[in-house]
């Protein structure tokens, strides 16, 4: 049980490129999420994912798009990037669990830096 | 206001003192409470989950939730050094599937 995998783990990207960030999860969770971590800041979610097909934003979406054509994958891309991107992404999947508590489970993190 | 407030430290203990880590909010529907605990260059793991007010102990940790006052808590009893970590409190009301997470404390445990 691999639990939740991301690709790649560090990443330079030059402005204006684009790339896909990749998630997979074996636990059969049904609940997906995005979020990028910036120092001193916490996690902030970018996009999340009730099951597959559907999709919505979180509180930072802008610069960012999503697809969940499977309950395992849930891939992040990045279109035009810009140095604001610059951030380590946290992908994490969750189950209803004991009492609805919905904890999350996350993967190892992806390291990206435009400039 | 930020919903969440975390003191960002660094809070830096001898070994085996007691550490006292806490977040407030603002929301008052926030009814699902955890704690993660992040090391360096890794992902975020859950320690403890809450639900609503009250206590929950495991092992050398202690949740508690106060939600009269809008404060939850993270007690470290016997600290170690392996306990030096990031530790993030994230909450959420009933009815989403969204937590909403402090920005995390960082803690040193001295040997």
């Known amino acids: 049980n691999a639990g939740v995998t991301q690709t790649p783990k560090f990443r330079i990207l030059k402005i204006g490129q684009s790339m896909t960030l990749q998630c997979t999860q074996d636990m059969n969770h049904n609940y997906m999420y995005w979020y990028r971590q910036d120092p001193g800041m916490g996690l902030k979610l970018i996009y999340y994912?009730?099951?597959?097909?559907?999709?919505d934003k979180g509180e930072v979406p802008n610069g960012y798009n999503v697809s969940r054509s499977t309950t395992e994958d849930f891939p992040l891309r990045l279109e035009l990037a810009a140095p604001s991107q610059t951030s380590v992404y946290f992908c994490?999947?969750?189950?209803?669990?004991?009492?609805?508590?919905?904890?999350?489970?996350f993967g190892p993190g992806t390291r990206l830096t435009v400039t | 206001q930020k919903e969440v407030e975390q003191d960002p430290g660094p809070l830096s203990v001898p070994e085996g003192a007691i550490v006292s880590l806490n977040c407030t909010y603002s929301?008052?529907?926030?009814?699902?409470f955890m704690w993660y605990r992040q090391y360096s260059r890794k992902g975020p793991e859950l320690l403890m989950y809450t639900y609503s007010s009250g206590n929950k102990e495991d092992g050398r940790f202690t949740a508690q939730v106060d939600k009269s006052s809008k404060y939850i808590s993270l007690f470290i009893r016997d600290s170690q050094p392996s306990d030096s970590a990031t530790y993030l409190c994230?909450?959420?009301?009933?009815?989403?599937?969204?937590?909403?997470f402090g920005t995390g404390t960082r803690l040193k445990v001295l040997a």
């Open positions: 929301n008052s529907a926030f009814q699902y």
């Open positions: 994490a999947s969750s189950y209803p669990g004991k009492g609805g508590s919905y904890e999350q489970y």
């Open positions: 994912s009730v099951g597959a097909g559907i999709t």
């Open positions: 994230a909450m959420r009301p009933s009815g989403t599937y969204k937590y909403i």
